[in-house]
């Protein structure tokens, strides 16, 4: 699995659109690619399958957050091995989906998957992983979460912030909270 300091892998991915206007089967598509968003900071979040449980909550969480992202200079993306008319499909028949700001993106290859080094040998399908990416494409961070369980967006936002500010954060640290100054 790819970890902090490497370099986020070069994609090319189909994606399902954000917003209303990605719900009209003609303009619902687009490419994004690593350099579609250059320098900027990126939140690339997996998840297994659409159609699940705990999938949408975490993906609506996300959505939820996006201006919050966008106001710290960072695109979010969403990734998993299904295709785009499987996003779409889902974005149509799942009321908490169909206004989502973010962009669901196609890895049907699962080639970013795999290069993440994120794809479930049993399932095959991506884990929960979540990679924060600087703007020169280095991983910041990276969590990886079961199948079955659900992470907290809410917590990749803290360490962006953290990630951020370029400054020494203690546990639980929040923005706007004192940093950490070594003693001279």
Not at 13 to 38: C, H, R
Not at 54 to 65: D, H, N, Q, R, W
Not at 144 to 164: F, H, I, K, T
Request: net charge negative; hydrophobic share 45%; aromatic share 8%.
């Amino acid at each position: 699995m790819l970890t902090i300091g490497d370099q986020f892998p070069a994609f090319a991915l189909t994606a399902v659109k954000p917003g209303p206007d990605g719900l009209k089967l003609a303009s619902a598509f687009t490419e994004i690619t690593n350099a579609t968003d250059a320098g900027k900071w990126k939140l690339v979040f997996f998840w297994p399958k659409d159609f699940t449980f705990v999938c949408p909550t975490e993906i609506v969480a996300f959505g939820k957050l996006a201006a919050d992202f966008a106001d710290r200079d960072t695109v979010v993306y969403g990734v998993s091995t299904d295709s785009e008319f499987v996003h779409l499909n889902w974005r149509l028949h799942h009321d908490d989906l169909r206004q989502l700001p973010i962009p669901m993106l196609a890895d049907i290859k699962r080639e970013l998957s795999a290069a993440c080094g994120v794809l479930s040998k049993s399932e095959g399908v991506a884990l929960r992983a979540t990679f924060l990416v600087d703007p020169e494409g280095i991983i910041r961070h990276v969590s990886v979460n079961d199948l079955s369980v659900g992470r907290n967006p809410a917590e990749a936002m803290r360490v962006l912030d953290a990630l951020q500010s370029d400054e020494l954060c203690p546990c639980n640290w929040n923005k706007g909270e004192e940093t950490l100054r070594p003693a001279a």
